[in-house]
């Protein structure tokens, strides 16, 4: 076993193929992209017909079912409300729009 005086010759104890994998696995993790990619949307605070009940509505989703589901799940986890998903719209209850746009943003969103 050869002797490293530091780490930056590590890379030499590693065969081709283990190098090759390491960089398919930091590859993919670049490559890995934002829910939101640019993508606009409408966050606001719905009253309306709700019994004075303040509604958070994420409105101009454009994601396939299964992600929209999945981003509604993580935001009624994130923010400890109920909510719902139709068509291209996520209603969380309570007022939650500050933090929603802020995770919105964070996620690739452009935020109205």
Request: net charge positive; aromatic share 2%.
């Amino acid at each position: 076993m050869a002797k490293l005086n530091d780490l930056s010759q590590l890379s030499r104890l590693l065969s081709s193929e283990q190098k090759e994998v390491l960089a398919n696995e930091q590859a993919s993790r670049a490559a890995k992209r934002l829910i939101g990619e640019g993508q606009e949307v409408r966050v606001l605070l719905d009253r309306k017909a709700r019994r004075g009940k303040a509604v958070t509505v994420i409105e101009g989703l454009r994601l396939s079912t299964e992600m929209r589901d999945k981003l509604a799940q993580t935001l009624k986890q994130k923010f400890s409300a109920g909510g719902t998903a139709i068509q291209d719209t996520i209603e969380l209850q309570g007022d939650h729009v500050a933090r929603v746009k802020e995770y919105l943003i964070q996620n690739g969103f452009t935020v109205k």
